[in-house]
């Protein structure tokens, strides 16, 4: 990546990203604002958000897709799974910046490089709190203890690598003078960007940009990095501050899909890009611009929501069911006169699924393989042929498949890849006359078939007792969380299920789909105790 051009007087300025044509036609040169995604590091901070590697890698293929500039993959001293999960992320993808976040400590540096330096451009985000309050309480240093701490771990980092982030963790508390004292400090000792956090979500946009805007006066150095921002969600104003400071100079932003994050969470990614889009116009605004390949976001809220167990609310901004749906008589009627009277961006630009049948039951191996390609997927000869054989069932039940029909089919293929538990046998009785029961039949391995038959409360229930039955080295867990989403409209609509499943401080996820929702379920449960009985799932260990 390229992380700058060097102007005549030997500052840095951020990327030239191309030439757009202004309202007169004529070309104007757009300056980049850096899309940072922390969903696989902050985002998974959020209490019961934790994922395995797999999904890290599945969520970061997908990052790689929307074409995010950096992807924080991770804290790779927090634990074993977190190392690993950065590792993995480094190697395979390609063509984002791939951060790690380690404390101001040398040990959490050589811990992060460890774990970075496979990556085709790493990146080591180090951070350290700024503001009194941390000072005082968290760290007990002062001042010139946290700065001497900073510049040190920033000089660190640069022996490994030029792409050097520094965080002041509580900056929108910090004393003005300080922030600019430290700034300037880790600029000088090599830092390429700063990233300048709202922590705790406390700032108003007006304060918030005051902050940059004073940054971008006082500190003489700042030309030669980039300036980010990172904002919590507390009082519901993470985007309005993200944008607030890119209008005054930030161009950088820190962002998780679906706003995903530590308790309120944080910016939204589709929403800061959105808008930053939508209001072009914006004299602020109109010349940026991002690499975002905006298309690929409800896909990627969707595979998000999908790992994480996480539900996007309907009004959700961008990403939720009813964004885009026109519910009054009067609305109904303008956005048909004229769909501009009603919207201010098309359905199409984040990748809403335009209802389009794609393919059939008449569809042979072949169209199927094209169309995933289409769709992003390489598939082996053994995941095409599980997914091919799928697929022709779904046709047989469903009449009109979509893409998002077939992405759920192959995800859930994909998913369960190297799980050592699978279902291949449900049969379930219920209905107000009748006991629920459930006989499941699971494989273990490559050969053996166990069964059980099991009464419950509900059908799913049932499944899940006999379920458990079969894998008695799971232990027990608790059923956190049970979710059933439909992938398409329609009565016969695939259902994807995800389950929570609780066990001391570790959480995990398992997901399932079908178009029967207890088989949907069956899997998503199997799923979930295939990760409790692999013990690479670790609980995790955040900031
Ligand atoms: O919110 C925060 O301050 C952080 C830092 C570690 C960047 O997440
Ligand atoms: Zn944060």
Not at 511 to 526: C, H, K, L
Request: aromatic share 6%; proline share 3%; with cysteine.
């Amino acid at each position: 990546m390229d992380y700058g051009k060097l102007a005549p007087g030997g500052r840095f300025w951020t990327i030239l990203a191309s030439c757009l044509p202004d309202t007169n036609g004529t070309l104007e040169m757009a300056e980049r604002i850096l899309i940072f995604d922390t969903t696989l590091r902050d985002g998974e901070q959020s209490p019961g958000a934790s994922m395995n590697i797999e999904e890290k890698l599945r969520i970061a293929r997908q990052l790689e897709r929307l074409r995010v500039d950096v992807i924080e993959a991770g804290f790779p001293i927090a634990s074993v799974g977190d190392f690993e999960s950065v590792r993995e992320v480094a190697r395979h993808v390609r063509e984002c910046s791939i951060a790690g976040l380690a404390r101001a400590r040398f040990e959490d540096i050589d811990r992060a490089w460890e774990a970075l330096s496979g990556a085709a451009d790493p990146r080591i985000h180090t951070f350290i709190a700024t503001s009194p309050i941390h000072r005082r309480h968290k760290l007990g240093m002062d001042q010139d203890q946290v700065l001497e701490a900073a510049v040190a771990a920033v000089r660190r980092a640069v022996r490994y690598t030029a792409n050097v982030e520094w965080s002041a963790e509580d900056a929108g508390r910090t004393e003005l003078e300080f922030l600019s004292r430290i700034v300037e400090a880790v600029i000088a000792a090599g830092a390429r960007t700063v990233n300048i956090p709202d922590t705790v979500g406390y700032t108003l946009p007006e304060e918030f940009g005051a902050r940059i805007a004073w940054l971008m006066n006082h500190v003489d150095n700042i030309h030669e990095a980039v300036i980010s921002v990172h904002c919590h969600n507390d009082l519901g104003l993470a985007v309005a501050n993200s944008l607030a400071a890119v209008a005054h100079g930030a161009r950088q932003v820190e962002c998780t899909i679906n706003g995903l994050g530590e308790r309120a969470g944080n910016a939204a990614l589709e929403e800061v890009v959105m808008a930053l889009r939508t209001r072009h116009d914006h004299p602020a605004f109109n010349a940026l611009e991002t690499r975002i390949e905006t298309t690929e976001i409800i896909r990627t809220s969707k595979l998000v929501s999908a790992i994480t167990g996480f539900p996007v609310q309907p009004n959700k901004a961008i990403v939720g069911a009813n964004a885009f749906a026109h519910e009054s008589g009067i609305h109904q009627d303008g956005v048909l006169k004229e769909v501009t009277t009603y919207e201010i961006m098309t359905p199409e630009s984040v990748g809403l699924a335009t209802n389009r049948m794609v393919l059939g039951k008449h569809s042979g191996r072949h169209a199927f393989k094209e169309r995933l390609k289409e769709l992003g997927y390489e598939l082996d000869d053994q995941q095409l042929d599980r997914s091919f054989r799928r697929f022709k069932g779904l046709a047989d039940m469903k009449q009109e498949l979509f893409d998002e029909d077939i992405r759920a089919l192959v995800d859930d293929e994909v998913i369960r890849e190297d799980d050592h538990y699978r279902l291949v046998k449900l049969h379930v009785v219920s209905g107000m006359q009748d006991t629920p029961m459930a006989a499941v039949g699971i494989q273990a391995g490559s050969e053996t078939i166990l069964e059980a038959t099991r009464s419950g409360v509900g059908p799913i229930d049932a499944v899940f007792q006999a379920i458990h039955h079969l894998i008695p080295e799971a232990g027990e867990a608790r059923l956190n969380l049970y979710q059933v989403s439909a992938v398409t409209g329609g009565l016969d609509a695939q259902a994807v299920v995800t389950v929570r499943l609780e066990q001391g401080a570790r959480l995990v996820q398992g997901q399932g789909a079908d178009n029967d929702v207890i088989v949907a379920s069956a899997r998503a449960f199997i799923n979930a105790l295939n990760k409790l009985v692999c013990r690479d799932h670790l609980p995790h260990n955040g900031v």
